[in-house]
Every structure is written in C-alpha cells, then in structure tokens.
C-alpha cells in the first residue's frame, strides 16, 4: 500500500537509460503518432493556490483549448495533480504531491471505460461510448522552467504492446482502478523536452479508442532525475488536468 491508500501488484525495477533532449524538434512529435505533442501558450489562470479557482478558471480555458487543438466535441476533465517537489517529505495527501519516478500509463482499456460510466450522467454513456474518445493529460510546469526532475515521454513508437505493458491493479479503500506498468526494453525510445517553461505544453495520450493499428493509444512517461540539472535549479512544480475527450 502506498501513501494515497493504493494497494497494486506490481514491483518496479530500476534501469539505467538514455533521455534524449527534443528541444529544436520537438514539432515532429505528434499526438497521433507519438502519443505526445509539444505546444506553446501561456494560461490565462496563473495562480495555482486556489483548488476552487483552478476547477472554475483553469478548467474552463482548458476545455477550450483542448477543442481547439483536437477537433474534439465534447471535453469533460475529471480531475488534476499538482506537483511540488520537497525533498526529505512524504508523498502522503493531496496537497504534498511530488514527481513520480516510475514508468506508467494512467489508463488500460478498461479503466479508460470505467472512467466515463464514473464522470458522467449515465443517460449520456452507451451513445458516448459509440465515439471515439481520448482520455489526455495536460502537464505543464509552473513558476519557473523545470530543470528539475523533469518530465520524459515514450515514443509510443517503441513500444510492444504485447510484452511492454501489464495492468497493474490499483485499490483503493472506496474502488479499484487500473494502470499500465510498462516493461523496460532497450527498444522503447525516450524523449524530454529540457527546460520546459510555464508557456509550454505537452498533451499526453493515455487512452485512445481508436485502436485501428496506426494511432497511437497510449505514452508511457516518468520523471527522472536529469544529471545535467544545474545544482541551483528550483525544485521542480508542475500540474497535470486529465481530461476526458469526445469526439
């Protein structure tokens, strides 16, 4: 059981690989290929403080944009992370939260579905379920660049679904969930985007029900520790919006 109360089956291993900086040619990394994709804007909601304000104002303008960039018809997001790295403490309540340093995919096919019947009026899901929909993270980092325990993405690419993925049960004391843990493979290729500013930001697939062989469904991504970080860098604070998208 970890400190949010989740219990898995799942024992991560560490291994040593190459993080390849992106910077200058990040543009040819697309959400439907890639799984991820690069974009510059500043928020208009800049205060990160408030959770009411967030949900009111920095959600909003999300919705937006996210049908701007996607063609989606319908954005619903369900919930957020902020992260504020604070050596020495514990991860251990929603206001603590700190970068993880695991591979993961916050989504498998079946959380992916559970999360619709669970984040909207039940009247509305068997016709929404006919779409094609997305479930999508926006990460962006707050205040100051983060140098600091920055953020990496797999090239969904590189990744063998058949062996690279395993569902890892999450229980909760209230419900069950589900991610993928990934495999490590020396095929699997890594990619950040150093330096990352408030005014960027990166869109990652967790879930796609396109499955049709050619569109990406999913970027495994994991903070790392960058030892090129400047030993002076502030400690990195980011946030992430998850986001249901229909299209």
Request: glycine share 4%; with cysteine.
């Amino acid at each position: 059981m970890d400190a949010a109360g989740r219990m898995g089956n799942w024992v991560p291993q560490e291994h040593t690989v190459e993080i390849e900086d992106i910077r200058g040619r990040e543009h040819a990394m697309k959400l439907d290929t890639a799984g991820f994709q690069f974009f510059t804007g500043a928020p208009d909601h800049t205060s990160f403080t408030d959770e009411r304000e967030i949900r009111e104002q920095y959600y909003t303008e999300s919705v937006a944009l996210i049908k701007l960039l996607t063609g989606a018809s319908h954005v619903v997001p369900f919930d957020h992370t902020i992260r504020r790295r604070r050596p020495g403490e514990r991860d251990d309540a929603p206001t603590k939260r700190q970068p993880v340093p695991q591979v993961h995919v916050d989504q498998t096919p079946q959380s992916a579905v559970e999360r619709v019947h669970r984040h909207l009026p039940a009247a509305d899901v068997p016709a929404l379920l006919q779409k094609r929909f997305q479930i999508l993270n926006l990460w962006r980092p707050l205040e100051h660049p983060a140098l600091d325990w920055p953020l990496a993405l797999c090239d969904c690419r590189s990744i063998d679904r058949a062996k690279d993925v395993v569902p890892v049960a999450l229980r909760y004391p209230d419900r069950e969930g589900q991610t993928y843990g990934v495999r490590y493979s020396p095929k699997q290729k890594w990619n950040y985007l150093r330096a990352m500013r408030p005014d960027e930001f990166v869109l990652i697939k967790c879930f796609d029900s396109q499955d049709d062989g050619k569109t990406a469904l999913f970027t495994p991504h994991t903070a790392f520790n960058d030892p090129s970080t400047p030993k002076d860098a502030p400690f990195r604070e980011s946030i992430e919006l998850r986001m249901l998208v229909f299209y």
